[in-house]
């Protein structure tokens, strides 16, 4: 969606996706926004809740039966299991996809990972549909006059124009770019703390096999499962940085993240993007 400045200020029910690494203070800022105002819609937490939540427990109740003692209980439904996503919370989420290599070690199998990759692919598309009937329920049904949507970081390797097209037609795109400062705080911070994540099937075959060759591994099921994550995460980060930017300049706007950081409320956030559109529109 493109619009002037004035437009934007006039908007009287505000849509809004936010794109960007995590890391970069898109969850920070939807979380400065009145909460009795603006409608939080997390990607990530509706894929875990809707699209991927049946088969996150289908994971957790596998590795459940490998222990005899829970086996038992689940058998005879003495117990039962459920996760418990939340936008602050999506380590459920994070669990399921997983990481590629050793099963000794919580690894997967390639052929196993990239099963999981394809449906985290279709959830989030899923998930990114169901912005605009978000929208319409969330000042409809519950009265938030402004909508916010907190989009997962791998929004732009779905390769779907179609998407992107129903994001742009229903909300206005801001892309928060981030600073080489921080882009190295956040690289950094991966290598402590490796987290799966989604990768585009052709990027992850290139990467995986670069990545074999220079560790002299022959076969993906004796890999370190975090050692893998870790080198390519740097890889993956700087990938994503000029598809963020192609779509912000093709349906959005662009915020520099440190002027993001100095946001404290709504007003704020408000005139930060119409300043944006301001200087970026031609």
């Given at each position: ?7 934007f ?6 849509s ?26 997390s990607?990530?937490?509706r894929?875990?809740?809707k699209?991927?939540?049946e ?12 222990v ?24 459920p989420?994070?669990?399921f996809?997983?990481k590629?290599?050793?099963s ?6 390639l052929n ?5 990759q ?14 605009s009937d978000?929208i319409?329920k ?5 009265g938030?006059?402004h909508?916010?949507n907190?989009?997962g ?6 390769n ?6 129903h994001?742009a ?12 400062a ?7 911070r ?10 585009r ?12 060759q220079?560790?002299?591994y ?25 598809r963020?930017q ?6 959005g706007?662009t915020l520099n993240?440190s002027?993001?950081a ?14 944006a ?6």
């Amino acid at each position: 969606m493109k619009m002037s400045s004035q437009e934007f200020l006039q908007w009287d029910s505000k849509s809004i996706t936010l794109l960007a690494m995590s890391g970069a203070g898109k969850t920070t800022l939807a979380n400065k926004l009145p909460k009795e105002k603006w409608f939080h819609y997390s990607g990530d937490y509706r894929i875990g809740t809707k699209y991927l939540g049946e088969s996150i427990l289908d994971n957790i109740k596998q590795q459940a039966m490998e222990v005899p003692f829970l086996r038992d209980l689940l058998l005879s439904d003495s117990i039962y299991i459920c996760n418990n996503v939340s936008v602050d919370n999506l380590a459920p989420v994070s669990s399921f996809l997983g990481k590629i290599g050793d099963s000794k070690l919580g690894g997967l199998s390639l052929n196993e990972f990239k099963r999981r990759q394809a449906l985290h692919h279709q959830a989030e598309i899923a998930a990114m549909y169901d912005v605009s009937d978000f929208i319409h329920k969330a000042e409809d049904i519950y009265g938030y006059k402004h909508f916010i949507n907190d989009a997962g970081g791998s929004v732009c390797e779905l390769n779907d124009a179609a998407v992107l097209e129903h994001l742009a037609r229903h909300t206005l795109i801001v892309y928060i770019k981030t600073s080489d400062a921080l882009n190295e705080t956040i690289i950094n911070r991966s290598k402590t703390s490796p987290k799966p994540l989604y990768y585009r099937e052709p990027f992850l075959d290139e990467k995986l096999a670069e990545f074999m060759q220079e560790k002299n591994y022959t076969d993906t099921n004796v890999i370190p499962p975090d050692e893998f994550v870790s080198w390519v995460f740097p890889k993956l980060f700087k990938s994503r940085l000029p598809r963020y930017q192609l779509i912000a300049d093709k349906y959005g706007y662009t915020l520099n993240a440190s002027d993001v950081a100095k946001v404290n409320n709504d007003q704020d956030f408000i005139q930060l993007i119409a300043q944006a559109i301001a200087e970026q529109t031609t």
